[in-house]
Structures are given as structure tokens and as C-alpha cells.
């Protein structure tokens, strides 16, 4: 039986879904691949190797319009107390996606994972949308695939 976590069904089309790497169908599996292509690749003119061994061991978070992913995060550890979040994206902005799709995470490492942080890579761009969930810098800023960057954590235990 596939362990399909159907979060919110929003009664349009649209609706959040949680499955671990095996779970996923290829269908969706090209639409993740394809949607961080568009946003990652594409949108942000960065040649890199987005497709890692990092996705079979994570867990993927998704907003589904239809059969088309629009917002998309996944999780796995980063050490015994630290879950990461990786390729946080959402394709169309202004409408709130970004900010469920990164609840929807933080709930599923609360629930799922036994951890103490959340640990993020950050493009400096986007430092504010990580703090309204909580997050703080902790790092200085550094350079992955020309992007400015910035680690930041989500202390778990403070933030209950």
C-alpha cells in the first residue's frame, strides 16, 4: 500500500502531497524533476547538477495543479539532530504557495523525524521568507553555483 499523506485538498485542483522517494509515481517524479529544472535551472540561468542521490533518501513535499507540481520542498537528515530542507520553490507567487508549502514542511519534520533543527542553504534573496517561518541566520554569506547564499536554522525546541 502506498503511504500517500494527501495534507490539503484544496477542492480546485490543487492539494499537497508527502511521499518518500519509492512512493513517488514516475509521472510525479518527472513533474518534480521538471518543475526544478523550470525554477532552478532555467529561471535562475545556474548550470548545475540538480538531480542527486540526496532525493532517495528525502522525503518530497508537493503542491499538485492537476498533474502539474507549482510548489515543492524535500527533507532528509543532515545529522543525528538536524533535518534539512533542500529545493524549496513555488511557481506561482503572490497567491501563498510558498508559504504553505514550507508549514507543510516544517509540520512533516516535527511529525515524522526525530530531530532538534531544521537546517537550510538560503539565496540571500529570500533570507525574509525563511525568518516569517522562523528561521535565523547563522552563517555568513557564501557563494553555491554563483548564488549568494546563507545557512540558517529553525531551533525546534524553542519553537514549539
Known amino acids: ?43 535562475q540561468s545556474c548550470i548545475y547538477q540538480d538531480i542527486d542521490d540526496k532525493d532517495y533518501d528525502s522525503l518530497h513535499v508537493f503542491i499538485e495543479d492537476g498533474n502539474r507540481v507549482v510548489a515543492y520542498l524535500r ?38 523525524f526525530d530531530c532538534k533543527k531544521i537546517y537550510i542553504e538560503a539565496q540571500c534573496q529570500a533570507i525574509g521568507y525563511y525568518e516569517k517561518a522562523g528561521f535565523k541566520v547563522c552563517s555568513d554569506e557564501f557563494l553555491e553555483d554563483g548564488i549568494p547564499h546563507v545557512q540558517m536554522i529553525l531551533d525546534l525546541e524553542s519553537s514549539k
Open 75 to 112: 527533507i532528509y537528515r543532515k545529522d543525528e539532530d538536524t533535518m534539512q530542507l533542500g529545493r524549496v520553490l513555488s511557481l506561482k507567487h503572490g497567491i501563498g504557495l510558498g508559504r504553505m508549502i514550507m508549514e507543510e514542511g516544517i509540520r512533516q519534520v516535527r511529525e515524522k
Open 1 to 43: 500500500m502506498v503511504d500517500r499523506d494527501i495534507c490539503l485538498d484544496y477542492g480546485n485542483g490543487m492539494k499537497t502531497v508527502v511521499k518518500k522517494f519509492d512512493e513517488l509515481s514516475a509521472k510525479e517524479i518527472y513533474e518534480i524533476l521538471k518543475t526544478r529544472s523550470e525554477v532552478f535551472i532555467v529561471e
